[in-house]
T-cell receptor
Framework: EPEVTQTPSHQVTQMGQEVILRCVPI?????FYWYRQILGQKVEFLVS????????KSEIFDDQFSVERPDGSNFTLKIRSTKLEDSAMYFC??????????????FGPGTRLLVL | AQTVTQSQPEMSVQEAETVTLSCTYD???????LFWYKQPPSRQMILVIR??????QNATENRFSVNFQKAAKSFSLKISDSQLGDAAMYFC????????????FGQGTRLTINP
């Protein structure tokens, strides 16, 4: 069964450094998402992406964040200058628009980011 | 803004028994979707079951069923004949039917299955 994959599984970085988290969505999916979960807190929506542009973003997704689909397979989340509070598990998800009913979002295993 | 609350941080159940996980939500919308996702240790979240708010009938998927009480804004998950493989973190999530596709998650409930 196709799965969403994410790399790396763990990333440690110094405060102020740039990080790029990578995701490979399921191949026929058209909608892509990033969520994050700070330790002990809820999973929070960051951004959704469709047709090569952001369709929705949360208040968390400020100018330090960007997303890109650089080729036909990868979907990346870039944090330009990491802060301590960016330490979290980051989940990528993808979905396909169904012909009826609601779509299911398929999640990747996550990247655990630690900012020191 | 919509919110989802799971009031049980942890639950445990004996293998083969039945357990119910609670979820309540707050919304002013009349049409929406509700989901239960399961996240086994070190694995990705997978969809367990979903419910369209306009459907009165409770969704069922094999051993998993929901009790959807729209007026009470309650969406509990019942797992029958619990198995060791059911041990996981369970997340309740809400999605609007209009525009926004984002999922709004609860805090999660960690379910332990005792052999």
């Amino acid at each position: 069964e196709p799965e969403v994959t994410q790399t790396p599984s763990h990333q440690v970085t110094q405060m102020g450094q740039e990080v790029i988290l990578r995701c490979v969505p399921i191949s026929n999916h058209l909608y892509f998402y990033w969520y994050r979960q700070i330790l002990g807190q809820k999973v929070e929506f960051l951004v959704s992406f469709y047709n090569n542009e952001i369709s929705e973003k949360s208040e968390i997704f400020d100018d330090q964040f960007s997303v890109e689909r650089p080729d036909g397979s990868n979907f990346t989340l870039k944090i330009r200058s990491t802060k301590l509070e960016d330490s979290a598990m980051y989940f990528c998800a993808s979905s396909v628009q169904p012909t009826s009913g609601v779509e299911t979002q398929y999640f990747g295993p996550g990247t655990r980011l630690l900012v020191l | 803004a919509q919110t989802v609350t799971q009031s049980q941080p942890e639950m445990s159940v004996q293998e083969a028994e039945t357990v119910t996980l609670s979820c309540t939500y707050d919304t002013s919308e009349s049409d929406y979707y509700l989901f239960w996702y399961k996240q086994p240790p070190s694995r990705q979240m997978i969809l367990v079951i979903r419910q369209e708010a306009y459907k009165q009938q409770n969704a069922t998927e094999n051993r998993f069923s929901v009790n959807f009480q729209k007026a009470a804004k309650s969406f509990s998950l019942k797992i029958s004949d619990s198995q060791l493989g059911d041990a996981a973190m369970y997340f309740c999530a809400y999605r609007s039917s209009q525009g926004a596709q984002k999922l709004v998650f609860g805090q999660g409930t960690r379910l332990t299955i005792n052999p």
